[in-house]
Each structure stands twice: as C-alpha cells, then as structure tokens.
C-alpha cells in the first residue's frame, strides 16, 4: 500500500467516524426533542388538570355558599313565622296555670288549648307541663 492509499484510507476512516459522530450527535438531538415534547406534553397535561381541579373546587365552594345562603334564608323565615305565629308573649305569676293561661287568651281552658302553649313553650318549661315557674316568659301561640 501506497502513502497516497494510506491518506485516502485514513481520510476515509476519519469521514467515517466524523459521519457517525455526526449521526449520534443528530439522534441525540431527535432524542433528547421527543423528551422536551415528552415533558412539555405531561406539563401541559398537569396544569390542565390542576385548573380542573381548582375550577371543580372552586363550583363546590360556591354550592357549599349557596346552600349556606339558602339555610339562612330558610332559618329567618321560620324564625320570622314564628314571630308571626305568637298572639302575645305572657310572664308567669304565682298560682298561674297553663290552663288558666289559655281561659285568658283562649276564652277556654281546653286541654288542646293549653297544650299548644305547652308545646310553644317546651324548651323553656321542660318536660313536665306542669312546672311552669313565677317569671317564666311564655309565648302564646295564635291558633
């Protein structure tokens, strides 16, 4: 073999590996694109579900509000029934009976008359209708 043959080999071998580096070079770039396009996709995928999921918690707070508002209404609307619903409010004195409370607003000391106060008024007479105490501030129920 020639010295020009050897050059031209040598030439050859380093257009070679110049071409494979090349070559390695390029498919680790390709590589290296689909990842970052790996990546930025599942970013993408991510946030999308983190908006979702924020936009999800966001309609919950706003039904949890509404119903809230709603329970509200609701309550002052009893509430105000109620206040619509007692004829007159009564203190109680010595020797008063829920009988003789309901001749004096009902003209009739019938026991369905007297036990509407009763049930009016149970959280502050307690369980026994027959306990009713001087001071006691009774509502008295229209019927």
Known sequence: M???DRKDKEREEQ???AKKAKHEAEAKAAAAQMQANL???KA???AKKAAEAKKEAE???KAVEQRRQMAERQKAQIEKAKEEAVLAT???VSGDTLSAIALK???TAARDKWMAIYEANKAVIGDDYNMIKPGMELKIPKL
């Open 2 to 4: 020639g010295l020009f």
């Open 105 to 107: 607003f009902y003209k």
């Open 15 to 17: 257009e070679a590996a």
């Open 59 to 61: 309609e919950k707070a």
């Open 44 to 46: 993408e995928t991510e």
């Open 39 to 41: 990546d930025k996709r």
């Open 90 to 92: 009564y203190t109680v």
